[in-house]
């Protein structure tokens, strides 16, 4: 069974940046789109950014278009969100996903434990 480990999170002033890591072990990344959520205190888990299983195609939320860049090394078995730009609004849980499904949702797939992104003022 996939486990999919996030790391990178942290505390950064507005305007910083941050790379995250999802490093998946006991199964491949190279067949699933991935992709990563987040979720802020009190709401929901919302989209962040996806990418195909070739690496063909890439989404992201209007939220975070232009600032967030997701790529993948399949050779290494991990998928990267690199944030640029960071705003206070970006604070929140980051959560990669490994899923067959395009684009990826909320409900499916195999799912890591999730990194903390701070961003202060």
């Known amino acids: 069974q996939v486990q999919l480990e996030e790391s990178g999170g942290g505390l950064v002033q507005a305007g910083g940046s941050l790379r995250l890591s999802c490093a998946a072990s006991?199964?491949?990344?190279?067949?699933?789109?991935m992709g990563w959520f987040r979720q802020a205190p009190g709401k929901g888990r919302e989209f962040a950014a996806a990418i195909a299983w070739n690496g063909g195609s890439t989404l992201y939320a209007d939220s975070v278009k232009g600032r967030f860049t997701i790529t993948r090394d399949n050779a290494k078995n991990t998928v990267y969100l690199q944030m640029n730009s960071l705003k206070p609004e970006d604070t929140a849980v980051y959560y990669c996903v490994r899923t067959l499904r395009w684009p990826p949702s909320s409900n499916m797939g195999a799912w890591g434990k999730g990194t903390l992104v701070t961003v202060s003022s």
């Open positions: 006991g199964g491949t990344i190279s067949s699933y789109n």
